[in-house]
């Protein structure tokens, strides 16, 4: 079915794309995933009215994980991509940031968080480019040499 994005309403969403450098200088990418997921994702949500997508991420980063913001170091904007979401029947404009956290984090770690159905565990994992393959398609358009070259670097 052919969706005219152009006239139709959009919801907001963000999300962050967080990198670390492991010990042996390769960047990693700072995935999640939850039991109904297809796929890794980011963590990030839905941009509040009156709200800018980069004060969103933040919020959803600090919901969702157990990273806060005096953690994370903006590196910059990643793009916006507007696209239908067939599960949701919804236009959605998704903004994507890169950030770097710097306190030291586990490799993996699970994080609960309240939802309206009761509460649900995430699961945060670092990748390498090795296992981009495994992040769910709607989070890969920016995770590209050209958007992220430093994941794609191996050595720093």
Request: glycine share 6%; proline share 3%.
């Amino acid at each position: 079915m052919f969706i005219d994005i152009a006239s139709r309403r959009f919801i907001r969403r963000a999300f962050g794309l967080m990198i670390r450098y492991s010990s042996q200088g390769r960047c990693q990418l700072l995935t999640l995933t939850y039991p109904e997921a297809e796929g890794l994702r980011f963590p990030g949500g839905t941009v509040e009215s009156g709200e800018a997508p980069i004060e969103c991420v933040y919020r959803g980063i600090e919901r969702e994980s157990t990273i806060t913001r005096a953690d994370l170091t903006l590196v910059r904007t990643l793009g916006v991509t507007r696209y239908f979401k067939e599960s949701q029947r919804a236009n959605i404009e998704r903004h994507d940031f890169l950030l770097t956290v710097t306190k030291a984090m586990p490799d993996q770690w699970e994080h609960a968080i309240d939802t309206r159905d009761g509460q649900m565990i995430l699961t945060y994992r670092w990748i390498e480019v090795s296992e981009i393959s495994q992040i769910n398609r709607e989070f890969s358009t920016h995770v590209t040499d050209q958007h992220l070259p430093e994941i794609f670097t191996q050595v720093r």
